[in-house]
Each structure stands twice: as structure tokens, then as C-alpha cells.
């Protein structure tokens, strides 16, 4: 384009009125010197996005230059146009760089004043389950109401009546005394068996009577290995018309091979207890050893599993039941005993030390 000639009236007289375009690359070059200073001072990414607003906004610096470009000669335009667009260019560039090192920083700061560390690995948190005691006790339950048994609860403190006087307990019984009893007053106590809420059901009702009673039961002895002063027991009782030994010979046999799924043999071994007559040491042919020998059975080739018999007549008449017209069967089991001989467990106190690598190896059912 050739340079203004000075006869040019009009060009003269537009050129004093049109910016410099050295005027315009100093008032680009300010802004740019201007930007850079206040770039290197922002220290935070919320300051970086009000000079962005500043310098790149629609009423920005950026923006005005180009709206003063049209005060810019035509010939001059293109030139100057470029270098605003350059400044534009720069300072977007330089934006963009400056706010993921500014948000770094932020994230570090944040990182040094959180007391909390998100780089530490979760914890897992564990779903609680059943405690073996009670998975197994269900599937107790389970089997004898699936063999016509309906479940009965009980008091867990009762009177001397309901544990040993209307259970043919002899006034001088040694099960009375104080060693293997808790007594709460001279009449109350802790009941050391289930059968206290048979003998509520035998009050409320006539034979038929097909109940079980699962419970806590307390008992004061010395803790060992193989015995608790509190443990759960299962007693079950049947009595009707014509309810016979043989009966309880083979649903207690049905009952422990459904137990342990297999075909158990069983053994019944007389033996006392003042509540039934005859009485009955129920055993199980050995689980571990089929009978051979081996520790689990001490050599005997037998387990203990349950106390048995038959319900003594001066139980049922106590709870002012026909001993002449009825009869029926009893037992009570120990659910940690089947507990032991399930899962193989040695030490019985296991059961309450809540120990939980102990516990977690036995998976809900
Ligand atoms: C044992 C022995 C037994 C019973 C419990 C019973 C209940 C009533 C009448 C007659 Cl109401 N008998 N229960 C019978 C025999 C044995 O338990 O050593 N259990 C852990």
C-alpha cells in the first residue's frame, strides 16, 4: 500500500483522526507487560478465572483493542488486527498452562492442611453372621418342627417348682444344691435345664403334646474344656396315647442322621435321671473313626449326644396328666456338645470368647 501522499486531503485530514498505529502496538505491548505481571502473581485458580474474564472477556481488554482496531487506518488494520490477535493467542495459552498447575497447588495445599490421607487403602468392613452356636441350633430347630414338633420358649430364671419339684427332683437330689445350681433367693433360680418349659405346656395342655425347647440353660461347675456354666439345650418332648420306647429310639435316630447327614447308628445306655423312667445315655457310633477307636471317641468307638427316656408317671401327673392313659418320651441335648462333634471343635469355651478368626471359619447357612 503506498504511503500517504500529503496532497491527500481527505487521507490527511483521516489520518489525524485514526489512531497511530505505533500508539496501538504500545497499548497492545502494555496490556501484554500488564497480563505477564499479573499472571505471575495469581496464586489461586479462582483469581486466574477473573483475569481470563479480564483480558478475554466480551468486555474485556482483548476485546476493546479489537473494538479500537476500526480507529485503526484500513491499511494499517490488517498489521495491527494480527498483533491483537497474536496478544489474544498469548494470553489464552498462557491461562491454559497457568490453571492445572494452579489447581495442583491447591491440591496440595488441601492435602497438607486434610488430616485425613485418601491414599490409605479401605477398610474392609465384614457383614456380620450367625455364631455357630446359633446356625446350628437352627438347623436343629429346623429338622424336628419339619418332623412335627412346634417350638415352645421359656423362662430363663424360674422357680424351684418349674426346675426340680414338678420334675420328680427328690428334695435332697444333689442337682439341688448349690454347687450346680444358681440360686437368685432360697426359691428362685437360674434353670439348669429346658424342662421348665415343658412343664408350663404340660399344665396348659392335654396329650397330644409334641414340643421342643430350645434355650440357655445355667449350670454351676467348673469351666473346662468340655463343660460351661451356661450352655444351649435342646429338649424335645412327645406324649399321647400308646408313645412307646421304640418311638424314641427312631426319631432320635432320624433326628442325628438328618443332623449330620449320614446314616448314623445310635445306642441307648440306661442310665438316671429323676425325671424320666426307664432313663437313657443316648450315643452315636463315632463320626470320626466308624467306630475303630480313635480321640474324638477317647477309644470307645462311641459319642455321647443326648440324656433320654421315658417321662416318668409323676411328671405327667404333676401337670395333672393320665399316666394311666398316656405316656411319652424326653430328651435333652446340648447344643455345643453337637457343636463339637460338627465341626470338630476341641475346647467348648471357644464358643463364648468371641474370637473372631475362630468365629468367621464357620459361613452362614
Ligand atoms: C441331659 C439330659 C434330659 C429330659 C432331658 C424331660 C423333660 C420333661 C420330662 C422328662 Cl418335662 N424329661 N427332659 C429327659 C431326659 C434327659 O436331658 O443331659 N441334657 C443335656
Known sequence: MSPLSPFDLSNAERRTTKKEPTMMHQKIEQLKTDFDAELESVSNS???ETIK?????????VQDLMKSLKEVSAEDRPAVGKII????????????????????????????????????????????????INQVLDE???????????????????????????????ADHPARDMQDTFYLSPDMLLRTHTSNVQVRAMEAHQPPIRI?????????????????????????????????????????????SKLFHAEVETRFRPSYFPFVEPGMEVDLRCLSCQ?????????TGWLEVAGAGMVHPNVLKHAGIDSEAYT??????????LVLLKHGVKDIRMFTENDLRFLRQFTSI
Open 328 to 337: 411319652g418320651f424326653a430328651w435333652g441335648m446340648g447344643v455345643e456338645r
Open 85 to 132: 490477535n497474536d496478544l489474544k493467542e498469548h494470553v489464552a495459552l498462557r491461562i491454559e498452562e497457568a490453571l492445572p498447575r494452579l489447581i495442583a497447588r491447591e491440591d496440595g495445599d488441601r492435602m497438607q492442611q486434610e488430616t485425613l490421607d485418601i491414599t490409605l487403602p479401605g477398610r474392609r468392613r465384614h457383614a456380620g453372621r450367625k455364631h455357630v
Open 140 to 170: 436343629i430347630i429346623d429338622i424336628l418342627v419339619g418332623m412335627g414338633f412346634s417350638i415352645q420358649l421359656g423362662p430363663d430364671i424360674d422357680s424351684d417348682y418349674y426346675n426340680f419339684e414338678a420334675l420328680n427332683f427328690a
Open 212 to 256: 421342643i425347647a430350645p434355650g440357655k440353660v445355667y449350670r454351676n461347675e467348673t469351666i473346662t474344656a468340655r463343660s460351661h456354666v451356661f450352655f444351649q439345650q435342646v429338649e424335645a418332648i412327645y406324649i399321647d396315647k400308646g408313645v412307646s420306647f421304640a418311638d424314641l429310639q427312631i426319631t432320635m435316630t432320624e433326628f442325628l
Open 53 to 61: 474474564v479480564k483480558y478475554l472477556g466480551k468486555k474485556g481488554a
Open 291 to 299: 467306630g475303630v477307636g480313635c480321640s474324638l471317641c477317647k477309644h
Open 46 to 48: 479462582a483469581d486466574l
